[in-house]
């Protein structure tokens, strides 16, 4: 108990350290109270953030804000524009195309899966395939089931959607052009004794910039990588399966080895086991150790190191709670964390000598 009330007492003492945790509680509680009706909002900041990078650049080369928030805006309209009626209804495409040759996936499996007992009578028996060949029949019935529950379901997402693409790129101008603005605004109604907030933002925000500019370049690099790649191998399915390929590298260590599953599966059934079929898992190894050993030092030299036990727990938690955003920003969240910890009053040598002292049982002189 002494020791709590001891920790309790040195870290809330400081009416800046007391400042800090009221941030960082009003900012959770935002979050998640109302992260569900101010999602537009979180985004159009996301977007916004991004795009200003590209806005200061123009500004150094001498360009005024207003025109250099134009051009951007303009950029990112177009871009819009191409995925949504140029990227979307290629990958609806492909996975239409994909769920319609899941039949013959099937029986092509089937066939193999009833050479294994002939094959390897002391390993597999005839009743070991028929149970899990029934097993998977139904599991994929009621995958079957979920698939049209949630496309029924849909209807009313696609009203929402279509509200998020109109709010959403209104959202992003105004966030650009009164950037100022907002943000004296915002800075009005803080206490002005706020440096340990001031110190934790300004550690952990040039290094969170660096990690969503940088991770949204990596998913379109490796993307593209990937689709010519795929493509120039003839590989079915290229556009789908190099976005999988592209935002797997959302999820560290674990998206890339997820994402080997679809596109061996698509590669074998496609080639058979023979040499394109390794010609296309060598040529995802070589995107995966190029992402891993080249790209990701040059976008990410400004991130913290983390120990990558602490990037597999952060995207747990962070996923945990929000989902997809939650994944994207398990590491800048992560790097806040650590920005915290790292700036919250430790026991002074001073203290710990005192309490060695009070411990410290008297000797007789």
């Known amino acids: 108990m002494n020791l709590f009330t001891d920790w309790f007492k040195r870290s809330f003492s400081d009416p800046q350290v007391v400042i800090l945790g009221l941030f960082l509680i009003i900012g959770l509680a935002i979050i998640i109270g109302l992260g569900k009706w101010l999602a537009p909002m979180f985004a159009s900041i996301v977007i916004a953030y991004l795009l200003e990078g590209v806005v200061g650049r123009l500004r150094k080369l001498g360009m005024p804000r207003f025109p250099a928030v134009l051009i951007v805006f303009v950029i990112f309209l177009t871009v819009l524009f191409f995925l949504l009626f140029g990227l979307v209804p290629m990958l609806s495409r492909q996975l239409t195309q994909l769920v319609q040759q899941f039949p013959n996936y099937i029986s092509q499996g089937q066939a193999l899966l009833k050479e294994l007992p002939a094959n390897y009578p002391q390993l597999i028996s005839e009743e070991q395939i028929q149970a899990f060949t029934a097993s998977l029949g139904d599991e994929f019935a009621s995958m079957g089931q979920r698939v049209l529950s949630w496309s029924l379901a849909s209807v009313a997402g696609v009203v929402v959607l279509v509200v998020y693409l109109v709010l959403v790129p209104v959202l992003v101008f105004f966030l650009l052009k009164d950037k100022r603005l907002l943000i004296d605004w915002a800075v009005s109604y803080l206490p002005k004794e706020r440096h340990l907030a001031s110190v934790v933002w300004a550690e952990s925000e040039a290094q969170i910039a ?85 790209l990701v030092p040059l976008l990410f030299s400004e991130v913290v190191n983390l120990h990558p036990i602490a990037i597999i727990l952060a995207i747990l938690v962070f996923g945990g709670f929000w989902g997809l955003w939650g994944v994207f920003f398990a590491i800048p969240l992560a790097t806040l964390v650590n920005a915290v910890l790292r700036a919250w009053p430790k026991k002074s040598a001073d203290d710990k000598s005192e309490s060695e002292l009070e411990t410290e049982p008297t000797r007789p002189g």
């Not at 949204?216 to 490796?222: K, N």
């Not at 080895?257 to 394109?276: C, E, K, L, R, S």
Request: proline share 2%; hydrophobic share 60%; no cysteine.
């Open 210 to 294: 660096n990690y969503v500019r940088g991770k949204v370049m990596e998913i379109l690099i490796v993307g593209a990588a990937t689709f010519v790649t795929f493509r120039f191998l003839g590989l079915q399915y290229s556009a789908l399966l190099a976005t999988l390929v592209g935002f797997s590298v959302l999820i560290p260590y674990i998206g890339a080895a997820v994402v080997t599953i679809p596109i061996a599966f698509v590669a074998f059934f496609q080639y058979g086991w023979n040499w394109d079929f390794g010609q296309v898992l060598i040529a995802y190894a070589i995107i995966q150790a190029l992402d891993g050993n080249v």
